[in-house]
Structures are given as C-alpha cells and as structure tokens.
C-alpha cells in the first residue's frame, strides 16, 4: 500500500535541516532511506542529499487523486537505491587561526576586521566578529600566517553578546586542504629600505620610503606606511632596481605596537627583490621583531 513519509534532509553549505513530505508513495521505508532528494534551503536555495531520518506518517484523512500526487510531493527522487549519501566536506575541528575577514556590504560600507577561527573545515569557519553582517553577504577571508585569502558567504549568524556575533562563513566550493596549509614560513629579521607605490584609500595614488622589519620567502613585514587603510590593496614594492607585486594581508592596529605597519604577501612568485637566503626546514620558533634602522 501506498504510505506517506517524512523526511529530514541537510544543507552541505550550512548544515541547516530541511523536512519534506512524501506523500502516496509507494517505496519502502529502506528504499525511502537510501534514495536522493531533491530540497530547498532557506538560505541556499535547490539542494540534494540523502535522508538523515525518515519518519513514517499516519494516512491522510482525504487522500488525493493520483491525479494530484505530484502536487503534493514536495521532495522528488533523483536517483536509484544504488545512489550513496552526499558526505561531508571535512569534520569541524576546533582550531584558532588569525584571520582578516574584509569586503564590502550595503549595511557597513568598506570594513576590515582581524579575528581568528573558532572552528574550521573544508568548508569554511566559524569566527566571531564586531562587524555587523547580514546573511548572504560575500566577503573576503585571509589567513594572516600565510596570506591564502578566499571569497566566502555569510550562511549563518547567532548574536553572541551585544556587541560580537558567531558568523559562519562558506567557501564557493569545498577546499579540504585550506587549513592545512596554514604553516607558518620562516621569517628572518631584515631591514631594507624600499619604496612602495599604491593607491589611498581616496584613489589617489602615493609613493612613499618605507623599511622591512623581516622577510619570509612569500611576503614581508612593512613598517611606515600611512596610506593603506584596508586588507586587499595591491602595491608594488620597489628594492634597488628590483620591483614586484604584493597584496596587503594585514594592517597594524592605531594605538598598539603594530601600528603603521602592514603584512604583504607577493603576489609574482618568479620574481625575488630581497635576494636573501631562508633557511631549510620548519621554524622552531616566532623571531623576535626587530628594532627600525637608524637614520
């Protein structure tokens, strides 16, 4: 006989649970279970998955007409028993790794915020931030360690206090490997001066003397620079006749020891300005910072 189901399916983007009515059906419970199922997501719109609980449901009072079975069938098979269950990217791992989160939205303007993970996966991350976003929002996420940077959607948020808030952040598509390869280069204290040409945060454009704290084979520490206000700028940075590309990861805070000074990440990996040698291996330990140059 023909039975009526009740079905729990799973967001892959932002793990919310949808239930669907199987109406007049004449699969059995186990074949109910092993099927895919088309859903929709309240946030992310047509999704499909496999069943996390199938519930069975008591006959209707006024059962419809075949003819308007398919009216009543809010979920629609897509494959054969033989289709397996759509897992998970990755588990989520509670793990703290420093973050920029920056872009712009119609709510905040242009915005820039350092934060770090509160848990991560091949999907995206939970982190906390003052900024006030709204869901659906798409934004930018760089590590700070690394300067990896990746567009991400605003999928979930839960006030936390009044004045920060748990966001959840989705990648466009799963990147397993993200995270992992977050390790940390090693960095070797050394004072160049340079000159570096950009754009304010007006469109103007500078060029202004600036001096490297230390070094790592992908990027640098910066110190003196007044005119970048926001994670994301390109500039170019100019070492004798050498000149190569780089992306600002990081701005120091006004008022702490970082100040003035910005992490860059270069963005032309054939190109080497700083013609210095790294050492082989993994570092042991964070180097020290360095005191400016005397004029």
Same mark, same amino acid.
């Given at each position: 006989?023909?039975?009526?189901?009740?079905?729990?399916?799973?967001?892959?983007?932002?793990?919310?649970?949808?239930?669907?009515?199987?109406?007049?059906?004449?699969?059995?419970?186990? /074949?109910?279970?092993?099927?895919?199922?088309?859903?929709?997501?309240?946030?992310?719109? +047509?999704?499909?998955?496999?069943?996390?609980?199938?519930?069975?449901?008591?006959?209707?009072?006024?059962?419809?007409?075949?003819?308007?079975?398919?009216? @009543?069938?809010?979920?629609?098979?897509?494959?054969?028993?033989?289709?397996?269950?759509?897992?998970?990217?990755?588990?989520?791992?509670?793990?703290?790794?420093?973050?920029?989160?920056?872009?712009?939205?119609?709510?905040?303007?242009?915005?820039?915020?350092?934060?770090?993970?509160?848990?991560?996966?091949?999907?995206? +991350?939970?982190?906390?931030?003052?900024?006030?976003?709204?869901?659906?929002?798409?934004?930018?996420?760089?590590?700070?360690?690394?300067? @990896?940077? /990746?567009?991400?959607?605003?999928?979930?948020?839960? +006030?936390?206090?009044?004045?920060?808030?748990?966001?959840? @952040?989705?990648?466009?598509?799963?990147?397993?490997?993200?995270?992992?390869?977050?390790?940390? /280069?090693?960095?070797?204290?050394?004072?160049?001066?340079?000159?570096?040409?950009?754009?304010?945060?007006?469109? %103007?454009?500078?060029?202004?003397?600036?001096?490297?704290?230390?070094?790592?084979?992908?990027? +640098?520490?910066?110190?003196?620079?007044?005119?970048?206000?926001?994670?994301?700028?390109?500039?170019?940075?100019?070492?004798?006749?050498?000149?190569?590309?780089?992306?600002?990861?990081?701005?120091? %805070?006004?008022?702490?020891?970082?100040?003035?000074?910005?992490?860059?990440?270069?963005? /032309?990996?054939?190109?080497?300005?700083?013609?210095?040698?790294?050492?082989?291996?993994?570092?042991?330990?964070?180097?020290?910072?360095?005191?400016?140059?005397?004029?």
């Amino acid at each position: 006989m023909p039975g009526n189901f009740a079905i729990r399916l799973r967001c892959p983007l932002c793990e919310a649970d949808s239930w669907v009515t199987l109406a007049d059906r004449q699969e059995t419970y186990e /074949q109910i279970q092993k099927q895919t199922w088309d859903f929709k997501c309240r946030e992310h719109g +047509a999704q499909r998955g496999a069943p996390k609980e199938v519930i069975g449901v008591a006959p209707l009072d006024d059962p419809p007409p075949s003819t308007q079975k398919s009216a @009543l069938t809010f979920g629609n098979p897509i494959s054969t028993e033989t289709t397996k269950r759509i897992p998970r990217s990755s588990e989520r791992m509670p793990l703290r790794i420093p973050v920029v989160i920056y872009g712009f939205t119609k709510n905040c303007g242009a915005f820039h915020e350092e934060t770090e993970t509160q848990t991560v996966n091949g999907s995206g +991350a939970l982190v906390m931030l003052k900024t006030k976003l709204a869901l659906g929002d798409s934004v930018f996420l760089m590590q700070k360690g690394s300067g @990896l940077e /990746q567009e991400v959607r605003v999928v979930y948020l839960d +006030a936390y206090t009044d004045r920060e808030t748990k966001v959840g @952040l989705a990648f466009k598509h799963p990147i397993p490997d993200f995270w992992r390869r977050s390790r940390k /280069q090693h960095r070797v204290p050394k004072m160049l001066r340079v000159v570096v040409k950009g754009t304010d945060s007006r469109g %103007h454009p500078f060029k202004q003397s600036s001096y490297t704290i230390d070094l790592s084979q992908d990027g +640098a520490r910066l110190d003196g620079i007044g005119f970048l206000t926001s994670p994301g700028q390109t500039i170019e940075v100019h070492r004798l006749w050498r000149k190569k590309k780089y992306r600002v990861i990081w701005i120091g %805070h006004v008022g702490t020891s970082e100040a003035n000074q910005v992490g860059i990440f270069g963005l /032309q990996n054939e190109k080497d300005i700083w013609r210095v040698e790294f050492p082989e291996g993994e570092p042991e330990k964070e180097p020290g910072k360095s005191e400016p140059p005397k004029k």
